[in-house]
Structures are given as C-alpha cells and as structure tokens.
C-alpha cells in the first residue's frame, strides 16, 4: 500500500472532513500540491536514529506507525504512574487529570460547569464564583498550564483559559479545586493561556476574537477595521485583570519566554478580514514579541486608555509605543496563519507552526532587540509536512510538531533547522502515524526548563475506526508515544479514548505535587461544626439557619422542620478524618448535592417551596449503612 493511498483510506473514506481539508489546503498552497509534498517527505522518514541525521529510506520503509510496542508502559494493579497529566476538556469546561504512562482518568476537576460528582456548582461558595463570572452553565477550556518556581513546576496552581466567555481560571492544587475564575474585560475568545516565566509573576489571556473595545455597542458594529483584540496580563494571585495590550490582527495561542521578558503569541487573520477567505488571504501573519518590561513601564509612565476599569496600552504596529528601536511589541512577519507557539527549554527559540504553511519559524529569542528588519530573527524555517499545529520537546535538542493534515507526529533536530536553508526538509529525523489528526502534543514537562524527554501525548481530534462505535459522536484518541530511545525512534504505546475535547495538556512529575489527604479547616471560610455543637435557628421571619456534621452514617439532625416558603441555609462539617471518606447532602426536589470531604464544611442556601417530606440522603458511598444515612427535611405548609 503506497503512503498515499494509505493516507487517503486514513483520513478520507471514513469521515470525509479530512479529505476536505486536505483540498482546502491545496487552495491555498497554490503552487504546492498535496501530492507533491506527500512524496517529497516520504524521502525523509524512517528511523534517522540520532540527531541531525537522516536517512533515505524506499516508500516502505516510511509508513511510520509503531503498532507493538516494546516499552513498558504497564502499572500494575495497584502501583502509582510516574506523572499527572492535567487535561484540558475542551467544550466540556473541565480539566482531567491523568496518571501517566497508564493513561488512567483519575479526576475530573470541573472549572466553568457545574458538577454534581464533586457538589461543585452546587455550594454556595463555588455557585456564587460561577455567578460572579458570568453565571454561565459551560466553558472552552483548551491550555492548562502549572505555575512554575525557578523555571520549574512548583504544584501550587494550574491556570485554564475559557474560550467561550472569555475567562480564565485557577485550580488549587493542594485540593485539586477550583478556586478562582475572572471575567476578563475587553476580550472574547480567550485562547492562548500561559505564565510568564519563570516564576508565574503573571498570567496571559491571548484575544482571540477581534470586537468593537468597548464592546458595548457604542462605535462602529459593522466596520471590522474598529475591531480589535487584546492580550490580558493577569496577577496570579489576586487574579485581577492589570493591563491589556491592544494590537492588529487576530491572536491565537501564546507562551512565554523563560526569563521573563517576553511574551509570544501567533496570529492569524493580519488581514482582519471576517469570513473565512478574507481571513486567510495573504500569505503572511505574525507571531508578536510582547515586551513585558518596557509594556510595564508604559503603564507605569500612565500612557494608556482606561477601557472597563483596564488600563489598555496601545500596541498596535502604528501605536507612537512602536516607533523607534524600542518597540513594546515586535511583529515578526510568519508563514501562514501560524497557530502553536513554544518557547525551547533553553530559551534560545520560539517554534511557531505554520498551519496552512508546511514550515516551522524558528525565532531567535535574543535576535528580536537586535535585528533592524523582524523578519530576520527567523534563523530557520524548516519543512515539516502538512498542517504543523504545536511543538513539544524532550530536553535533548528534538522539537516535536504535530501535523494535522498529515496525521503524523514530525521529530526534528531544532539546531539542524538553524543550520540549514530555510524550506528544507534535512532537520525531519522521523514521523510516526497517529489517529487521526493531532492537534496538540505535549511532552512530560515539556513547559520547563528540563523537560524529562520520555513520554508524549498525541490529542488526536479524531478517532474513527479506533473505538467501538458509540453513535455519531466518537470519542476523541489521545495516544501516549514513548520519544526516551533516539535509536529505536518514537513508538507508539496505547491509545486512549476522551470524552469532548482535550485540546492541550500539561505534564508534571508526581514529585512536584503534594495533594491534601483532608481538608485543612483553616483553609475555609466556614466555621466547623463538630458533633455537639449543631445549632438549628430560626434567624427571620421566613429564614432557617442550618449547621450540622456529618459522620458514618447519620447527620447532626434526624430530622429538620422548616415553613413553605422559608430560606434554608444549611451547612454540613465532614468531621471524618479518615482520607477518602465522603458524604454528601443530596436534597430531592431541590437540585442540590453538597459534597463533603473529611474536615471539609459547605454551606447551601435554598427555598423550602414546596410543602411536603424530603428524605436527605448521602449519595457517596460510605459504609454499609450508607443507605440509612438519611434525614427528613419537613416542610410544613403556610397557614
Ligand atoms: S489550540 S489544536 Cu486552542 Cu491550543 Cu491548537
Ligand atoms: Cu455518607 Cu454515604
């Protein structure tokens, strides 16, 4: 079966869209046939073995997927992974963690959804931070990324990004939790999410959807060319909005360099054009060097527009900031709609992937002051294949990009493609077949500064023919590929079907973490309610304050008494101290299910509405009596 056919069978007969994709990106690389470049780069595949070398190989050597594998990947029953790997759920609004190389769900850290699983939504305390920011049912989230001390993990956070509402948001991770969520003004289409490094001093929203700023309805609604778009640096702590930056063009996704003076993002849409030609007309964009140090300083001499309560420094290529050799934003022309950015672990390049272009732009980090044109601190363009998308690394001098049209995983030598001529395909040492059409990739700590370069995830967007079929809607396949054996090449370990929709990940060794086994009271806002102590209190005229334990198997009331029509506020200790040992409080009718964990206590508020007996019951699984865990709420109508 030759390598085109096959490519043909893969992404075309079973679903169509990619066979679609492909003859759209043949539209817009006139010039450069699809065909054409299947051939020309099945000249560089195979096992190139180290570094910088390759190896030309007959078409059927190049098929490229590794079905067994040798690598153990195997934890037994019982044992723990290496890693987490925190997931982002896409348009399910959650994050996932993973324990990897089992690629085992182990939880599922609802951000911008309610989840009855974890009573989140549920309490007063998260439903009121759900409110807060907008009171929406979902989020998009797509890049979590992990604070960092030092230019390394530290475990105390992870931020997620919500494209839908433009949101970003941050989970504790002493208890695995969502703790804060901002509503970021001036901005729709939150995209790119990342820290700057390398001590999380701040985190960045990238815009991605360009509106009228304000988007108020007060200017021009029509005229694309008053859009705008904003990047968002927020305080990691406070998560407080300090200043935006506007700039031309539409923004996609973004990282940051490691010593923290500046930021990246690509950019598609320079055109700023609203339909999907207009938006990929020409066959330049940019990839924008936010220089965080001089946009402070800009703040900080007051030259900027106060816009919903942000100051707005103006970044655009035009803006009196821009002008003369200090610019706050480099604008470094790129091939085509690029989409995935990376800083290198060493800090010496961000890898831009070209998407509708077949290259990579290497950026040379410490080129961009020195430069007079910015299209010169590109120091390397190699040709990677069909729809380069994102570049992950292994801390040994290998950039990884995905292709999504090729659906092909590219490991190239980043040093090679800074030695050779820009378009050449020398620098490509291997591709490996993934299934089907990766979008992200991510590489154990690639977002370090000393990725550990032994494990990959591949978040294929489509699985096809992989899974036992579940109706229309297939499951996502995220495929764990082991890169630790230059020699033996990249190999193929399991698949591992998602729910909708991972889009990026990020890998931290368990070491870096230290999860809470219970609750530490001090930690919560609400006082504790040990066994003894709880009160049942008619505050008002029509309000009932509530506060009571729970243990194996009872609560504090059998039963509690309230009038139709009264507010219930109810708050529920965990006075377990034993890890793992759950109740909860589900309320029938009411729509509510307070999780507690040990030590933990939540507080409902709710409307006895309806007259009547309500059995409150403990929905975890606790012991043996964990059915006769239950208590009346008695409603009794008004007279
Ligand atoms: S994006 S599949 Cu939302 Cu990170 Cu590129
Ligand atoms: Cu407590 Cu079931």
């Not at 930056?245 to 055109?271: A, I, P, R, W």
Request: with cysteine.
């Amino acid at each position: 079966m030759s390598h085109d056919k096959q490519r043909s069978t893969d992404a075309g007969a079973s679903s169509g869209q990619p066979a679609d994709a492909d003859a759209e990106f043949d539209s817009l690389l006139p010039g450069l046939r699809r065909r054409d470049f299947v051939k020309a780069g099945a000249a560089v595949g195979g096992l190139g073995g180290l570094a910088g070398c390759t190896s030309l190989l007959s078409d059927e050597d190049v098929e490229g997927t590794a079905s067994a594998s040798e690598v153990d990947s195997s934890v037994p029953p019982g044992e723990h992974d290496e890693y987490y790997a925190f997931l982002s759920g896409g348009q399910s609004g959650d994050v996932r963690v993973y324990g990897l190389p089992s690629m085992r769900e182990l939880a599922r850290i609802p951000v911008f959804q309610p989840d009855a699983g974890r009573g989140y939504g549920h309490d007063d305390e998260s439903r009121q931070m759900l409110e807060e920011a907008g009171g929406y049912t979902w989020g998009d989230t797509h890049h979590p990324r992990i604070s960092q001390t030092d230019g390394d993990y530290d475990g105390r956070f992870a931020y997620v990004n919500d494209k839908a509402n433009g949101r970003m948001a941050r989970i504790d991770l002493t208890y695995f939790e969502t703790d804060a969520i901002v509503d970021i003004p001036n901005q729709q289409g939150t995209h790119g999410a990342c820290a700057q490094l390398p001590d999380t001093d701040l985190i960045f929203g990238v815009g991605e959807f360009r509106t009228p700023i304000p988007n108020d309805g007060s200017g021009d609604l029509e005229d694309p060319e008053e859009y705008g778009s904003v990047l968002a640096a927020i305080n990691p702590e406070s998560m407080n909005v300090e200043w935006e930056v506007l700039v031309d063009g539409n923004m996609d996704n973004g990282d940051g360099s490691k010593e923290g003076q500046y930021f990246f993002t690509t950019g598609y849409n320079s055109e700023g054009g609203v339909t999907e030609e207009e938006m990929t007309r020409s066959a330049r964009d940019n990839v924008k060097a936010f220089d965080i140090p001089r946009i402070e300083a800009a703040v900080e001499a007051g030259d900027y527009e106060t816009i919903n309560e942000v100051p707005v420094v103006d970044g655009r290529q035009d803006s009196p900031l821009n002008q003369g050799d200090e610019p706050i934003v480099h604008y470094i022309p790129t091939p085509k709609s690029p989409h995935g950015i990376s800083v290198t672990p060493d800090n010496q390049y961000a890898i831009a992937s070209g998407k509708l272009d077949p290259t990579a732009s290497v950026i040379d980090i410490a080129a961009i002051d020195e430069v007079d044109d910015p299209a010169d601190a590109i120091v390397g363009q190699p040709q990677l294949g069909l729809g380069p998308l994102h570049t992950a690394y292994d801390g040994r001098g290998h950039a990884y990009t995905t292709l999504f049209i090729d659906s092909q995983v590219v490991k190239w030598d980043i040093e090679e493609a800074v030695e050779a001529e820009a378009g050449s395909e020398s620098p490509v040492i291997e591709k490996i077949d993934v299934h089907y059409n990766p979008g992200h990739l991510i590489a154990a700590e690639s977002y370090t500064e000393n990725p550990a370069g032994d494990w990959l995830i591949s978040l294929n967007k489509l699985s096809k023919d992989r899974f036992l079929p579940v109706g229309p809607q297939h499951p996502e396949n995220d495929q764990l590929i082991y890169i630790g054996d230059d020699e033996a090449g990249m190999q193929l370990v399991k698949d591992s079907p998602a729910h909708a929709e991972p889009h990026d990940a990020s890998i931290c060794h368990k070491s870096k973490i230290d999860p809470a086994k219970t609750y530490d009271p001090e930690d919560l806002d609400l006082e504790y309610t040990d066994q003894g102590e709880e009160t049942m209190e008619r505050v008002d005229d029509d309000r009932v304050e509530i506060e009571m334990y729970s243990t194996r198997n009872h609560y504090g009331f059998q039963e509690m008494t309230v009038r139709e029509g009264d507010t219930v506020e109810m708050q529920v200790t965990n006075i377990e101290t034993t890890s793992d040992m759950l109740h909860s409080v589900a309320i029938p009718d009411h729509d509510i299910h307070m999780r507690v964990a040990p030590q933990e206590t939540r507080k409902a508020t709710f409307t006895a509405d309806e007259p009547g007996v309500y059995w409150i019951y403990c929905a975890h699984f606790c012991s043996a009596l964990h059915l006769e865990m239950r208590s009346r709420l008695i409603v009794q109508p008004e007279e």
